[in-house]
């Protein structure tokens, strides 16, 4: 009930205990729309003394087969693969019919992006069975290079900008490396911006500028 009426889902993990694997799959399982997930704090751990971690996700493969697409940070995606294997092929090997997209912050180097055979950046087509020609039957990755923004101030909060901007994006019909272009823009800026109140107001104007 709680999902009638919504067009799009955008999960944003902050925490990392807003919901069970049991609970993501029900969503998949009953919401058709589009669901973009930020899996941010699932690779925290948490200790006896209540300090966060970095950790491999346990069930890494199941919570990705969770969500059509996903979000995370570079720490986060080198954490895919054991220390010597190549976490851009092991992403890979977990795309399907159920994973399409998963798109990397890379910090003041931009963002990347492994998708898979047939992708469209239009979110409407990613639960849709994808029938690609032979030409595209394989995955494909890539890097949007920053633009500029602020070397210098306070990086937290710009992740949850940057999925923000790239899911509202695609939403708009943006194409993926445009999309990603202006989350890249949007998260520099924010780096450099104090605080989150009047935030939205400094991206919009920011926007209407353009690059």
């Not at 998708?115 to 087509?125: K, Q, R, S, W």
């Not at 994006?169 to 924010?190: I, Y």
Request: hydrophobic residues 40%; contains cysteine.
């Amino acid at each position: 009930p709680a999902l009638e009426g919504v067009d799009a889902l955008y999960l944003n993990f902050i925490t990392g205990l807003e919901m069970d694997l049991e609970t993501a799959r029900g969503i998949r399982d009953r919401f058709s729309g589009p669901v973009y997930a930020d899996l941010h704090a699932l690779f925290a751990g948490i200790s006896p003394e209540g300090f966060r971690f970095p950790r491999e996700l346990p069930g890494l493969g199941s919570w990705l087969r969770a969500f059509p697409a996903v979000q995370v940070n570079e720490e986060e995606f080198n954490l895919f693969a054991p220390k010597g294997i190549d976490p851009w092929e092991r992403a890979a090997a977990h795309l399907g019919p159920e994973l399409r997209l998963i798109a990397v912050t890379l910090g003041p180097e931009g963002s990347g992006y492994v998708v898979g055979p047939g992708f469209l950046p239009d979110p409407f087509t990613w639960r849709q069975d994808a029938n690609p020609p032979e030409s595209q039957k394989r995955s494909l990755s890539g890097r949007v290079s920053s633009s500029g923004g602020s070397d210098s101030g306070d990086p937290t909060g710009c992740g949850d900008v940057w999925g923000a901007t790239f899911f509202a994006r695609l939403l708009s019909g943006d194409s993926l490396e445009e999309a990603m272009a202006c989350a890249n823009r949007n998260a520099g800026a924010a780096v450099g911006y104090r605080g989150a109140r009047g935030l939205h107001l400094h991206l919009h104007l920011l926007d209407r500028r353009g690059p």
